[in-house]
């Protein structure tokens, strides 16, 4: 008997003193504002839960790409990850939507305003798929960059551009406008425009810096492509894991992380495309009858993507807030 009390005891002297530690990792180099901001809710969750949730980040792709931190979130070697476009819709199509090439041009402002009016439609298609959401990050508007100079969308074809391996809309892009893809990791880019495996690639200005592309590309081209975002998701069974009475505490710490990024994201993009003026990156321009074949585009690629990568339903509910 004083054994099983004695055996008891130590048990809940274990379960007084266990750890959640959330391991989760991101492409988002150290020293970024996001990089940054997931090391204040580190410490504030460890602050507010005294200790018994933490949060171990992986930064810079240490992890591997986004296809390869998913899958090991699937598997349990990791509870979560910062995930942009392509692997967010590898777990929601729908979210997709929201990066259909030509429809904001160059208002992120409204961008950001209908994510988050869209954000509980979408929250509900992560939880059906096993994952939580603790908030959708604005990364920017996307640009194309090159190594060649390219002033109108017809100068486009024949160039060797990048295309995330395994992404459905860009694909679908790239069809419709008669380009030369090259599919890649995303980490292998920089490499692959240093030996001229790529001339050309695509990301918002945060992106095209941190990643270090700003040092092998001569072009920007001004003439946004679409509208980038990110979501912090943890599997669900990882999400059940943190003790109930912490899961509160867990959500707003994340909002405002997420909320901090957001607003420093804003000016980052601001300063990244500054910097690439006067490191002496060439803007271009397209004409303005591009426009109507961007929109022309636009049409074509979702009829080949709507009840496919995304569901009819988001797609109504984005064209009904882009009219609102």
Same mark, same amino acid.
């Given at each position: !008997?004083?054994?099983?009390?004695l055996?008891?005891?130590? %048990?809940?002297? @274990?379960?007084?003193? #266990?750890?959640?530690?959330?391991?989760?990792?991101?492409?988002?180099?150290?020293?970024?504002?996001?990089?940054? #901001?997931?090391?204040?809710?580190?410490?504030?969750?460890?602050?507010?839960?005294n200790?018994?949730?933490? +949060?171990?980040?992986?930064?810079g792709?240490?992890?591997?790409?986004?296809?390869?931190? %998913?899958?090991?979130?699937?598997? $349990?070697?990791?509870?979560?990850?910062?995930?942009?476009?392509?692997?967010?819709?590898?777990?929601?199509?729908?979210?997709?939507?929201?990066e259909?090439? @030509?429809?904001?041009?160059?208002?992120?402002?409204?961008?950001?305003?209908?994510m988050?009016?869209?954000?509980?439609?979408f929250?509900?298609?992560?939880?059906?798929?096993?994952?939580?959401?603790?908030? @959708?990050?604005?990364?920017?508007?996307?640009?194309?960059?090159s190594?060649?100079?390219?002033?109108?969308?017809? !100068?486009?074809?024949?160039?060797k551009?990048?295309?995330?391996?395994?992404?459905?809309?860009?694909?679908?892009?790239?069809k419709?406008?008669?380009? &030369?893809? &090259?599919?890649?990791?995303?980490?292998?880019?920089?490499?692959?425009?240093?030996?001229?495996?790529v001339?050309?690639?695509?990301?918002?200005?945060?992106?095209?810096?941190?990643?270090?592309?700003?040092?092998?590309?001569?072009?920007?081209?001004?003439?946004? %492509? =679409?509208?980038?975002?990110?979501?912090? +998701?943890?599997?669900?069974?990882?999400?059940?894991?943190?003790? &109930?009475?912490?899961?509160?505490?867990v959500?707003? #710490?994340?909002?405002?992380?997420?909320?901090?990024?957001?607003?420093?994201?804003?000016?980052?993009?601001?300063?990244?495309?500054?910097?690439?003026k006067?490191?002496?990156?060439?803007?271009?321009k397209?004409?303005?009858?591009?426009?109507?074949?961007?929109?022309?585009?636009r049409?074509k690629?979702i009829?080949?993507?709507?009840?496919?990568?995304? =569901?009819?339903?988001a797609?109504s509910?984005?064209?009904?807030?882009?009219? $609102?």
């Amino acid at each position: !008997m004083k054994r099983i009390l004695l055996i008891g005891s130590l %048990l809940c002297t @274990f379960s007084l003193y #266990a750890e959640t530690i959330l391991k989760v990792a991101t492409l988002a180099p150290e020293g970024t504002n996001w990089a940054d #901001a997931l090391k204040k809710l580190s410490k504030e969750l460890s602050e507010k839960t005294n200790g018994e949730v933490k +949060l171990k980040m992986y930064f810079g792709g240490s992890q591997g790409d986004e296809p390869d931190v %998913l899958r090991k979130v699937r598997v $349990g070697q990791l509870h979560g990850g910062i995930f942009t476009g392509k692997t967010l819709g590898d777990v929601n199509g729908d979210v997709r939507v929201m990066e259909l090439p @030509f429809t904001f041009d160059s208002d992120r402002a409204k961008a950001l305003k209908i994510m988050i009016e869209m954000a509980p439609f979408f929250e509900i298609g992560f939880e059906k798929n096993q994952f939580t959401n603790l908030g @959708f990050f604005e990364i920017g508007i996307v640009y194309f960059v090159s190594q060649k100079k390219t002033e109108n969308i017809e !100068m486009l074809k024949g160039l060797k551009i990048w295309q995330w391996e395994g992404d459905d809309l860009v694909t679908a892009l790239i069809k419709e406008m008669n380009l &030369v893809s &090259v599919p890649l990791p995303l980490p292998d880019v920089l490499s692959s425009l240093t030996t001229g495996v790529v001339e050309a690639a695509y990301a918002p200005p945060i992106g095209i810096v941190a990643l270090q592309w700003n040092t092998k590309i001569k072009f920007v081209v001004d003439f946004p %492509l =679409s509208y980038s975002i990110g979501a912090f +998701l943890l599997s669900n069974k990882a999400w059940q894991s943190i003790p &109930v009475k912490y899961q509160q505490i867990v959500k707003d #710490a994340a909002k405002k992380c997420v909320e901090m990024a957001n607003n420093n994201t804003i000016q980052d993009n601001i300063e990244a495309l500054a910097a690439m003026k006067s490191q002496g990156v060439q803007f271009l321009k397209f004409p303005e009858k591009d426009t109507k074949i961007a929109k022309d585009l636009r049409v074509k690629i979702i009829a080949k993507l709507k009840g496919k990568l995304f =569901s009819p339903e988001a797609l109504s509910k984005l064209e009904k807030n882009l009219k $609102g």
